[in-house]
């Protein structure tokens, strides 16, 4: 487990047992009952289905990680549908837009410990779903300041990725650090991480100072450096 994201693009229903399968066997590897892996397959089932017969396609990411001393699901759902003007309306158990029961966002929201959704009319829609291996856990509530998240994912074919960022608090304020390691893989991976361990430690405040002695300490003679 890393905090990389698998990716799909969903634009044929055949690859939605598939997928299914692969987070399925997923949960179970990390510790989730046989009952909450099965509650799992519905939500992607919902997620996927969705994406197919609403917005013609779209894409999955999902991860397995460990917080709050749980092991969890991460899922995001992205789609360039035609979106919706009251996203309040359609969580509501009944409503449809196709003749159908309408129970289908609803049971996301009941089976997940984390849903939340935002679209826009003409714009599409993203849909973020957190599981955790316990039903009932209650995560803890937002801190104060600034709340964030971020989704990277490894190049086709390889096991690191060579993006990387921090985000390094202070009584000023916050800095936010991005890198992306020159080329793929595990050598851009060692240039990301070596830059965010010397953005850390670095007591200067000025930017520019920052990306100075990143690029000096980063950088070797076979240029393993950052863009």
């Known amino acids: 487990m890393d905090n990389t994201f698998s990716t799909y693009k969903i634009d044929d229903r055949s690859l939605i047992a ?7 066997n997923l949960a179970l590897q990390i510790g989730f009952t046989p009952h909450r892996a099965a509650e799992t397959d519905i939500i992607v089932a919902e997620l996927t289905s969705n994406l197919i017969k609403y917005a013609n396609g779209g894409e999955l990411l999902y991860r397995a990680h460990v917080e709050d001393e749980q092991n969890q699901i991460e899922i995001y759902c ?35 410990n984390d849903f939340q959704i935002y679209s826009m009319k003409n714009w ?26 971020t989704i990277a994912v490894n190049y086709p074919g390889e096991i690191f990725c060579g993006d990387g960022y921090y985000v390094k608090h202070s009584n000023k304020g916050f800095q936010i650090f991005v890198g992306d390691g020159l080329g793929h893989g595990e050598n ?20 520019a100072e920052i990306l100075r002695e990143i690029h000096s300490k980063v950088k070797k003679p076979e240029d393993l450096s950052l863009q």
Not at 126 to 141: M, N, S
């Open 18 to 24: 598939f997928i299914k399968r692969e987070i399925h």
């Open 78 to 112: 992205l789609d360039n549908g035609i979106g919706f003007e009251n996203v309040a309306k359609i969580m509501n158990d009944g409503y449809s837009s196709s003749n159908t029961l309408g129970h289908g966002l609803g049971s996301i929201k009941r089976l997940s």
């Open 124 to 149: 599409g829609c993203v849909q973020y779903v957190k599981i955790c291996e316990k039903p009932d856990f209650q995560l803890p509530p937002l801190k104060t300041g600034l709340n964030y998240t």
């Open 188 to 207: 851009a991976n060692e240039a990301a991480q070596l830059a965010i361990k010397i953005f850390r430690q670095t007591i200067t405040l000025d930017p």
